[in-house]
C-alpha cells in the first residue's frame, strides 16, 4: 500500500519523521514525502495523487498549515478532517485552498472535521498516556504528531468523534496556474473539458494580467517546435484534465515570468 505525504515542511528532518512515522504505523506500506511552496500547490498533486491510486487502497496525509495571519483564529492552526475517494483515505488541513481543486471536481462526497482534543480524549490511556495526548494538543509539528496517528486510527475503524462538514466552507478556486513543472510548461486550474476547443483552434488567454492569442492542440506532440500554446494536459483525473500551457521544447513559465497562483484566462 502506498502512503503519500503532501506537505509544506519538506526539509530533510522533517522529510525523515514524517515518512518514519506513517511507516511506523502503517507497516509494510511504502510511504513518500512531497513538498509543496503553496495551497494551491498542494491542492493540485492531491488531484494527482487521487488520479494514481485510481480504485487501489491508499492513504494520502496532507498538511499547509501555517500558524500566521489569518491562522491565529485557530488555538493551533487550521483543523484536520478526512474523506474517501473510493478505497483511498484522505486526511488533510482544511482551511485555505488544498481542497477547492477536489470540490471543483465534486471529488468529495461528505467531509469529516476533526477536533484534535476531542479525538485525543476519545483515545484510551491504556493505547496513549495522558502526557502524551497533552503534547500532542500543543505540538507546532502536527504533521509528524498528530496527522499519521489519525490516519492510523480511521484507516482501523476506530469511532472517532467528528463532524460533518459542510463543503459550501471550502473555498471557490480562482481561474489560475497551479504547477509549474521542471519543463517550465503551466498547469492552470482551467479543466479542458469544459472548453470544447477543436485542434489548431486560436485561443485568446490573460496569463499574469497580459493578453495572448496561442493555438490549442490536444496532444502535446502536436505543438510545432518553438511555439507557444495551450494544451490538453495529462494532470488531473478521469476526463477532467487541466489545460496547460507549453513553449515547445522551451521555458514558458521562464519566457512570461509566471509562477504557481499567477491569474489566468481564456
Known sequence: ??????????????????ISRAGSLFQGASVNCFAVR??????????????????R???ILLNVAPRNGEAKK??????????????????SSVDGLVLSLCKKLNLIKEFYLLDIEDVLDFISVEEMAIETKERIAKTQFRSFDFLPRVADWVWRKYDLPRHLYDLSEIKDISDSVWFVDNFGNIKT???????????????????????????????????????????????????????????????????FGIESGDSVKI
Not at 502512503?3 to 522533517?14: R, T
Not at 503553496?38 to 480504485?55: C, I, K, P, R, T
Not at 473539458?193 to 494580467?209: C, I, P, R, T
Request: charged share 30%.
Open 1 to 18: 500500500m502506498q502512503i503519500s505525504v503532501i506537505n509544506d515542511c519538506f526539509d530533510e528532518d522533517a522529510r525523515i519523521r514524517q
Open 38 to 55: 503553496s495551497e494551491l500547490e498542494a491542492a493540485g498533486l492531491l488531484v494527482d495523487a487521487l488520479d494514481a491510486f485510481e480504485d
Open 57 to 59: 487502497e491508499g492513504v
Open 74 to 91: 485557530w488555538k493551533n492552526g487550521t483543523p484536520f478532517g478526512y474523506f474517501w475517494h473510493k478505497r483511498t483515505l484522505v486526511v
Open 189 to 255: 486550474t482551467l479543466v479542458g473539458e469544459d472548453y470544447a476547443f477543436q485542434n489548431g483552434e486560436k485561443v485568446s488567454v490573460s496569463l499574469g494580467g497580459k493578453k495572448r492569442k496561442m493555438e490549442f492542440y490536444e496532444r502535446l506532440k502536436d505543438l510545432p517546435d518553438k511555439q507557444i500554446g495551450i494544451v490538453q494536459g495529462s494532470s488531473g483525473i478521469g476526463r477532467k484534465r487541466f489545460l496547460e500551457i507549453i513553449h515547445q521544447g522551451d521555458n514558458v513559465a521562464k519566457k
